[in-house]
């Protein structure tokens, strides 16, 4: 089994995939960190663009699981010269035992897992962010004890991470609003599926409107990675959708603030709001080792 998107995954698997992750986080705070599960299996990082919390999550993930892990570059790989990817993925896949991919394009992860004969994890792409979406939804649950019905608002650029909170919900029951400036929707696919699942996505331009009703305030980077070329129009375009003191200002007491990270000060959230009593980042950061480590298991062990 691959998770190349969120949609690879049913609502049962994803509840079971928190519940277990939950169980670890558990555990790990009690001070339990070797553990032995994946003795003997190893699990391939190739990095096609940068990476703080998918690389260390994994990595630390792995470690602690008791298996083996070999964190590699694009650039440093024959890839980077041109050898193809169906001979990579057969490679691989006689080394490894799963291999997770970060590329520019979703179709790289794609044509990578036709030809693996190992599970493919898709560490972000242009279209989605998957291995996020577990994270956030488990911190979600966290926070607000259940996932249906919870008031999701995204703020700022409709992107891979939005694209697969926006499966995320539609999986779990939740309700999301994105709100972003004309031509910063989420990808269309995306959101006809969502709406084949039942879930409307509603997209709308004043973040005020839809911050009063939120439980969850989110946003992410306006300036994606491989989007720097259009660095200045976005700045303008997204100027407004800004998780300010202003916006927080409106939204109920105990809305929780989210974002991926890495966070732009200044850009999509101010530094105010990234540290005040509702903020939930970095705790979602540290999630995504506990939800990686239970959809390892899923993978390579069950
Ligand atoms: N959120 C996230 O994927 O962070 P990195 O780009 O640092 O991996
Ligand atoms: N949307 C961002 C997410 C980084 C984790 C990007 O693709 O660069």
Redesign the pocket.
Known sequence: MNLISIFDLSHAEIEAIIEKAEELKKERREGVRARNDLEGKTLALIFEKPSTRTRLSFEVAMRELGGDVISLNWHELQLGRGEGIRETAKVFSAYVDAVMIRAYLHSTIEEFAKYASTPVING?SDLE?PC?TLADLMTIKEHKKKLAGVKVAWVGDG???CNSLIGGAAMTGMDICVVCPKGYEPAKVIVEKAKEMGCEVVIRNNAEEVAADADVLYT??WV??GEEEEREKRKRDLKNYQLSENLVQVAKEDVIIMH?M?VHIGEEITEHVMNSANSVIFEQAENRLHAQKALLLKLLKY
């Open positions: 972000l962010h996020q992107n891979n991470v992410d980077v994606s990675m991926c890495p």
